[in-house]
């Protein structure tokens, strides 16, 4: 597999410029815990993250990740995401057991960055179109993984927004 300029390949990856600040990292009795300070690299293909900090805690029955935010070219998400599961083999075996509570005040979205994993997509005129503005917003969700609540979503691509709120089910 090669590294090249301008397109992804998972099977050969180059990192440059990486710095990891990593605070805490434990392991002990069923629990794991770890806090990103700041992380930050460029990837040969074209992939430039410029922050990543984050807080994991994950028990047998719950996992979070508090304080994320991260800044990827020009992608960049702020969120906070709490799973709970009656145990972790349910978590694989039966998902819809398992509730989730995921609130994101802001998020930004460039799809520029799929043509960096397909670059055929950019023959794609819709594609095309649709990459030439940022969609940004916000989102809080919550409920089981069968039916989940929309509490808010709220988007922005250019001057159109949309928002919603209700049920996935």
Do not use: C
């Not at 293909?45 to 994320?68: C, P, W």
């Not at 509570?101 to 960096?116: C, G, M, R, W, Y």
């Not at 594609?127 to 969609?135: E, H, P």
């Amino acid at each position: 597999a090669e590294a090249k300029e301008g397109r992804f390949n998972p099977n050969a990856i180059v990192l440059t410029d990486l710095d990891l600040k990593a605070d805490r990292i434990h392991l002990k009795d069923q629990t794991a815990n770890l806090q990103i300070a700041h992380s930050s690299f460029k990837e040969i293909s074209g992939f430039d993250l410029k922050t990543l900090h984050l807080n994991f805690n994950a028990t047998d029955r719950v996992l979070k990740i508090t304080d994320l935010r991260t800044d990827l070219n020009n992608n960049r998400l702020q969120a906070d995401l709490r799973l709970e599961y009656p145990q972790l083999s349910a978590l694989i075996e039966a998902p819809e057991q398992s509730k989730i509570a995921v609130h994101i005040p802001t998020f930004q979205v460039s799809l520029k960055d799929a043509f960096l994993i397909q670059p055929s997509l950019k023959k794609n005129e819709y594609l095309n179109a649709l990459s030439k503005r940022l969609l940004t917003g916000n989102l809080r969700v919550s409920g089981y993984v069968s039916d989940i609540q929309i509490a808010s979503m709220k988007t922005t691509w250019g001057t159109t927004d949309f928002s919603a709120h209700g049920t996935i089910q």
